[in-house]
């Protein structure tokens, strides 16, 4: 079973920016294509940003484009979530799991985006 470990949240005033890392236990996320997924208090989860295997190919929810960049480093079993022009309505917690998800979650990173 792959552990998922994201980091990288924080506060964070509206505009800013924040880097999200997510490192996994194992290599066998280099052969998935991989996702940033966030839950914002009393909503559902929801897929915000996916990256291809060989991370030639994104696709961003319409919420968050051209503000967020997904990219990975195979190498390092990472997954990172750049994220520019922080709004209010980014605040949540972030996920990385696979696209579609595996049914084990990690903890999690607070992104809250206040001033």
């Known amino acids: 079973q792959v552990q998922l470990v994201e980091s990288g ?3 964070v005033q509206p505009g800013g920016s924040l880097r999200l890392s997510c490192a996994a236990s194992t290599s066998l996320i280099t052969i998935y294509p991989m ?3 966030r839950q ?3 909503k559902q989860r929801e897929l915000v940003a996916r990256i291809s295997t060989g991370g ?3 696709n961003y929810a319409d919420s968050v484009k051209g503000r967020f960049t997904i990219s990975r480093d195979n190498a390092k079993n ?3 979530l750049q994220m520019n ?3 209010p309505e980014d605040t ?3 996920y990385c799991n696979r696209d579609p998800s595996w049914p084990a979650w990690g903890q999690g990173t607070q992104v809250t985006v206040s001033s």
Request: net charge positive.
């Open 9 to 11: 949240g924080g506060l």
């Open 35 to 37: 996702g940033w997924y």
């Open 40 to 42: 914002a208090p009393g």
């Open 56 to 58: 030639k190919t994104t």
């Open 78 to 80: 990472t997954v990172y």
């Open 85 to 87: 022009s922080l709004k």
């Open 92 to 94: 949540a917690v972030y």
